[in-house]
């Protein structure tokens, strides 16, 4: 791999959405270094994929954009996160608002399985320390579970436990939760890799539904599936004693019609990875 640094050449951000930038962002596990110098541009209000083998970064690459790796005991970074130009790892930023601002999705879903429907879309308010009257909170369910695809599922059982849902709906739920605090920018970690075909379609349709209103950075191994719901691509490769890095990256069509790099030819085809 060449030590050059490759910075995602995007459409300029939409003005009325928050877009997610990386300047040469590193980052290490005690002594061991993941990443090496990560440039990416991910424009407002669109769906960037990041793609690549196992073990080349992206997900750990995801958890720094909203400051979710410096909670692994040894873990650090450098380089910059800019959320709308400002770096959110900067002095006085509180996580917290970072969190909120920038949501998460992840690989299984994780609702709290004791709390209702209900109770687990509010409780991404309680966590978020927004505090609401009844008549505002019931409307902010409402709305959050419409925007994730499952209002009509679950309208009439809004009490019922978060974890008699099936596995795809969950999925859907956890999306509510997120969305619940109208985060600018919504993080998805293989979201759909836990679930049935059917599933994965419905959580597709959501996250189609859901581009345009804000951004969202969705980590995939199934390509099939980074080029029906991304229009923006990232591929990242790591070597066997070498960190990962992003070898290529632009428009999906591009990445996957047309590719710069050999080696995302190679993966994007199936000859290896």
Same mark, same amino acid.
């Given at each position: @791999? ?10 300029? %951000?939409?003005?009325? %959405? ?85 949501? @998460? ?9 004791? @709390? ?26 409402? =709305? ?20 008699? %849902? ?39 349709? =959501? ?29 990242? %490769? ?36």
């Amino acid at each position: @791999m060449t030590d050059d640094t490759i910075t995602a050449v995007l459409p300029p %951000l939409d003005g009325t %959405l928050s877009g997610i930038e990386t300047k040469a962002v590193s980052a290490w596990f005690g002594e061991r270094k993941v990443l090496d110098r990560v440039s990416l541009g991910m424009t407002a209000g669109q769906v960037t994929a990041l793609i690549g083998p196992s073990g080349c970064g992206k997900s750990t690459y995801l958890r720094i954009l909203n400051r979710m790796h410096e909670m692994v005991r040894g873990a650090t970074l450098s380089g910059e996160v800019l959320l709308d130009g400002t770096d959110i790892y900067a002095l006085g930023r509180r996580p917290a608002e970072v969190r909120r601002r920038i949501g @998460m999705v992840f690989q299984r879903p994780n609702p709290f399985p004791a @709390m209702s429907i209900y109770e687990n879309v509010a409780s991404g308010l309680k966590l978020a320390g927004v505090r609401i009257d009844r008549a505002e909170r019931d409307a902010l369910v409402e =709305t959050s579970l419409q925007r994730a695809g499952l209002w009509g599922e679950v309208s009439n059982r809004l009490k019922a436990p978060g974890g008699s %849902l099936s596995g795809g709906q969950q999925q859907r739920l956890c999306i509510a939760r997120s969305l619940a605090v109208s985060p600018d920018v919504l993080l998805m970690d293989e979201p759909c890799s836990a679930l049935d075909p059917t599933s994965t379609r419905r959580v597709e349709e =959501t996250i189609a539904e859901l581009q345009g209103r804000l951004t969202i950075v969705i980590v995939t191994h199934n390509m099939q599936q980074a080029q029906r719901v991304s229009q923006s691509c990232a591929f990242f %490769l790591a070597g066997h004693d070498s960190p990962g890095r992003i070898v290529e990256a632009g428009p999906t069509e591009q990445v996957f019609g047309s590719p710069a790099d050999r080696r995302t030819a190679d993966y994007v085809n199936g000859r290896f990875g």
